[in-house]
C-alpha cells in the first residue's frame, strides 16, 4: 500500500512538473527587444550599413564629374645649355667686310682708329643670343571643365544612384534574413528550454517508476521483464535528456551571436498561432513591389541599361574647356605667355571595331539581366506560395495535436487510476506519461513550426518588420506548454 501510495505522488509529482516552464538561466528578453537588439548589434547590420554608407560617397564623387578640375604645378630644371641663337659663325665675314669698308678709302684715315675702336669689342664679343637660361623654374595652376562627354557623366551619375539603392536594398534583404534567423533561435531556444525541462520530468518520473518496480519485483509482485524495461525507459530518458540539454546550449550560443554579443539571455514571448492570415494573393502582391531580391535584379537591369548608354558615348565627340597661368616665374624667358585659355574636341574615328563590339555586349547584358529578372520573379512567387501552405500546414495539425493532447490526457489518467488499483502495469503508466510528453512536444513544434515559416514568408515578401506585430494581433493565440 505504502509503494502504490509513493508511487501516486510521483504520478502527480510528474504531472505537475510537466506544466511548468523552463527557469530562466540568463537576462529576460521580448522578442521586441530581441529584434531591436539584433538590428543594432549584429555585425552584419553594421557591414550594411558601411556598404550604404560607401555606396552614397561613391554617389557624391560622380557629382564631382561634373565639377572644373583645379591643379597647382610646380618645377624646376637646369637644362644643359641656354636656349638661344648663334651668331659667331658670322663673325668672320662680318670682320673681312669690314676691314673692306675701311680699306676702300670711303672713310676717312683719321676716323678709322675711332671706328676699329669700336668694331673690336664687338668682333670679339660672343655672338650667342640667350633666349632662355639654362636654369629656371615656376608656379603655376590649371583648370579643365569637361562641356560634353557624349554622356559619361549623366551615365555615371545614374549609375551611382542605382548602386546606392542596390547597397539600400542589400541591406533590407540583410535585415530581413537577420529577422529570420533571430526567430528561429528566439522560439527554438524557448523550444529548446521547454523540451529539456519535459525530459527532466520524465527522467525524475522514470526514476521513481523504478524505485517502485525494484520493490515490487523484490516482493513478488512483477515479473522481472517489467522491471528491465523500466531499467530500459530510465537509459533512454536519460540520453534524451542530456540530448536536449546540448541542443538548448547550442541553440543558446546561436542566440547570443545573432544579438550580437556573449551574454546569455532567456525567450519569454510564447511561440503563437494566428488564426486570420491573410490569402496567398496578399502575400505574392508585397513580394513582388518589396523582396528585396526582386529589387536587386531590377536594379541590377537598369545599371546594364546604363552601361548601353556609357558605351554608346564612345561614338560621339567629347567637349572640354582648359585654361591655365603661372604665378611666380624664376628666370623664364618673357618670350612664354604666362597665360591660356581653350576649348578642345576629340573624337574617334576607329579603334578596331573596339567600340562596336563591347556596345553589343552591354545590348547582350540588358537582355540576360531582363531574363533573369523574370526567372528572380517566377521562384519568389513559388517560394511564397510553398512558406504559405506549409505554414497553413502547421496550423491546420494544430487541431488534430490539441485532439491527441486531450485523448493522452484523459488516457495517463486512467491508466494512472488503474496502476494504483492494480489493474495496470508500470510499464503502461510510463508509455501514457511519455505518449503525453511527446503529444505537448509536438504542439511545441508545431507552432514553433510556424512562426518560423511566417518569418521566412515575411521575409520573402520583404515584410520582415511585420513579424512582431503578428504575435501581438487579436487573432493571435500564444501556445504555452502547459495549456
Avoid: C
Avoid at 163 to 180: C, H, K, M, P, V
Avoid at 409 to 415: A, T
Amino acid at each position: 500500500m505504502n509503494t502504490a501510495i509513493r508511487t501516486a505522488a510521483a504520478v502527480l509529482a510528474l504531472t505537475g512538473s510537466l506544466q511548468l516552464a523552463a527557469q530562466p538561466v540568463g537576462r529576460t528578453l521580448s522578442l521586441d527587444e530581441a529584434i531591436s537588439v539584433a538590428l543594432s548589434e549584429n555585425p552584419a547590420m553594421k557591414a550594411a550599413a558601411f556598404e550604404e554608407k560607401a555606396a552614397d560617397q561613391e554617389r557624391r564623387a560622380a557629382i564631382g564629374l561634373r565639377m572644373p578640375q583645379i591643379g597647382v604645378t610646380g618645377a624646376y630644371v637646369y637644362m644643359g645649355k641656354d636656349i638661344g641663337f648663334d651668331f659667331n659663325e658670322m663673325k668672320g665675314p662680318a670682320k673681312n667686310l669690314a676691314g673692306q669698308l675701311l680699306g676702300s678709302g670711303m672713310v676717312p684715315p683719321e676716323l678709322i682708329p675711332s671706328i676699329q675702336g669700336l668694331l673690336n669689342p664687338i668682333m670679339n664679343a660672343d655672338w650667342f643670343l640667350k633666349v632662355q637660361d639654362r636654369s629656371l623654374g615656376f608656379v603655376g595652376g590649371e583648370v579643365t571643365l569637361p562641356i560634353w562627354l557624349g554622356g559619361k557623366i549623366n551615365a555615371a551619375n545614374r549609375a551611382a544612384k542605382i548602386n546606392l539603392r542596390t547597397a539600400e536594398a542589400q541591406g533590407d534583404q540583410t535585415r530581413n534574413a537577420l529577422i529570420s534567423e533571430l526567430v528561429e533561435r528566439y522560439f527554438g531556444l524557448a523550444l529548446a528550454r521547454q523540451v529539456v525541462e519535459v525530459r527532466r520530468t520524465v527522467v525524475d518520473g522514470v526514476r521513481h517508476h523504478l524505485e517502485d518496480a525494484i520493490a515490487l519485483e523484490q516482493n513478488g509482485m512483477i515479473a522481472r521483464s517489467e522491471r528491465l524495461y523500466v531499467e530500459f525507459k530510465m537509459a533512454e530518458a536519460e540520453r534524451e535528456l542530456a540530448n536536449a540539454q546540448l541542443q538548448a546550449e547550442t541553440i543558446a550560443s546561436a542566440l547570443a551571436n545573432t544579438l550580437g554579443g556573449n551574454a546569455e539571455w532567456e525567450p519569454v514571448t510564447a511561440m503563437f498561432l494566428v488564426e486570420g492570415i491573410e490569402p496567398l494573393a496578399h502575400y505574392q502582391a508585397l513580394a513582388e513591389a518589396r523582396n528585396p531580391l526582386l529589387n536587386q535584379v531590377d536594379l541590377k537591369r537598369q545599371l546594364a541599361e546604363e552601361g548601353v548608354r556609357l558605351q554608346r558615348s564612345a561614338f560621339l565627340p567629347q567637349v572640354a574647356a582648359m585654361g591655365g597661368g603661372s604665378f611666380y616665374n624664376y628666370q623664364v624667358a618673357g618670350l612664354v605667355p604666362r597665360w591660356a585659355v581653350g576649348v578642345g574636341v576629340s573624337i574617334k574615328l576607329f579603334d578596331g571595331l573596339n567600340r562596336e563590339y563591347k556596345y553589343s555586349a552591354a545590348k547582350q547584358t540588358v537582355r540576360r539581366v531582363g531574363e533573369l529578372q523574370t526567372k528572380a520573379e517566377q521562384d519568389i512567387a513559388v517560394l511564397v506560395e510553398k512558406l504559405y501552405n506549409q505554414m497553413l500546414n502547421y496550423r491546420n495539425q494544430m487541431t488534430s495535436i490539441d485532439a491527441s493532447l486531450t485523448f493522452a490526457e484523459e488516457y495517463l489518467r486512467m491508466k494512472n487510476a488503474a496502476f494504483l488499483e492494480g489493474m495496470a502495469s508500470s510499464s503502461d503508466l510510463i508509455d501514457a506519461e511519455l505518449n503525453l510528453a511527446g503529444v505537448r512536444t509536438e504542439r511545441l513544434q508545431a507552432a514553433f513550426h510556424f512562426d518560423l515559416l511566417l518569418a521566412q514568408l515575411l521575409e520573402a515578401a520583404g515584410s520582415s518588420d511585420d513579424f512582431a506585430a503578428y504575435a501581438r494581433r487579436s487573432d493571435a493565440r500564444a501556445i504555452y506548454f502547459e495549456k
